[in-house]
């Protein structure tokens, strides 16, 4: 097994930022040949790094710091009148574990998701290998929770288990029902999940200050920042 201490890690050539335009990327990766177990990746998470199919990485981009990896500590989390809303909007909805897989089901959802929300970006458009590599593949501690109300699909949140939280990796909804607020409430309901589990935080992955698609993370508070290699807590 390899030691954090031994792990090498590469970096891509600079590319185009997916976030900012105008903006060229760096993208320092673990290496994927190393075998990496739970408490490795628990302790990249706590540094920063994310997941995305089998790559473990962070941006590591020498001119921009505009990604800030955030978490929540969910036994400190204080909902708003309409976190409390969308609860109760979506009370309905029965939410249930399996192993990540790919289903017709699944990607019926996944790539209309794909076209509504994200047509300008580099996952449209959305394929079955796309689908396999990026939310299937990877890693033993992924899950995906189903959530359903009588018998429909309406939303996928794949979430990873790390020895101190929830590391939440994609979520997927129905663009139809937006008076659902089906996002908000994948995003509650892990911060349940993870509390209910006894684990400290739900990892909710990049957040970029310039970036409107990311500004919903900061809806949820407490919620702390990592920056100069250290977490700091914003209240409110």
């Known amino acids: 097994?390899?030691?954090?201490?031994?792990?090498?890690?590469?970096?891509?050539?600079?590319?185009?930022?997916?976030?900012?335009?105008?903006?060229?990327?760096?993208?320092?990766?673990?290496?994927?040949?190393?075998?990496?177990?739970?408490?490795?990746?628990?302790?990249?998470?706590a540094v920063g790094f994310r997941r995305s199919g089998s790559h473990i990485y962070r941006p590591y981009c020498q001119a921009c710091t505009a990604c800030i990896p955030v978490r929540i500590p969910v036994g400190q989390f204080s909902a708003k009148r309409k976190h409390r809303r969308v609860r109760k909007?979506?009370?309905?909805?029965?939410?249930?574990?399996?192993?990540?897989?790919?289903?017709?089901?699944?990607?019926?959802?996944?790539?209309?998701?794909?076209?509504?929300?994200?047509?300008?970006?580099?996952?449209?458009p959305a394929s079955r290998d796309q689908f396999q590599s990026f939310l299937v593949d990877g890693r033993?501690?992924?899950?995906?929770?189903?959530?359903?109300?009588?018998?429909?699909?309406?939303?996928?949140?794949?979430?990873?288990?790390?020895?101190?939280?929830?590391s939440a990796i994609y979520t997927f909804f129905d663009t139809d029902k937006q008076n659902r607020a089906l996002g908000v409430f994948a995003v509650l309901w892990l911060i349940g999940e993870a509390h209910y589990r006894r684990l400290e935080f739900l990892y909710l992955g990049y957040w970029i200050k310039q970036c409107q698609?990311?500004?919903?993370?900061?809806?949820?508070?407490?919620?702390?920042?990592?920056?100069?290699?250290g977490w700091v807590g914003i209240e409110g």
């Not at 939410?95 to 990607?107: D, I, W």
């Not at 698609?213 to 702390?224: L, Q, S």
């Open 140 to 166: 033993p501690e992924a899950s995906f929770y189903e959530f359903r109300e009588s018998g429909q699909l309406l939303a996928v949140a794949v979430a990873d288990e790390l020895n101190d939280g929830l």
């Open 89 to 124: 909007t979506n009370e309905s909805i029965v939410v249930t574990k399996h192993p990540p897989q790919l289903t017709e089901e699944y990607f019926s959802l996944y790539e209309k998701y794909i076209s509504q929300r994200h047509s300008d970006g580099d996952m449209y």
């Open 1 to 45: 097994m390899t030691s954090l201490s031994e792990l090498r890690f590469f970096t891509t050539p600079a590319h185009d930022c997916s976030y900012l335009d105008g903006k060229q990327a760096i993208t320092l990766f673990a290496d994927p040949l190393a075998e990496v177990d739970k408490d490795m990746y628990s302790a990249l998470s």
């Open 213 to 229: 698609k990311m500004n919903y993370k900061m809806e949820y508070k407490p919620i702390e920042l990592y920056v100069n290699n």
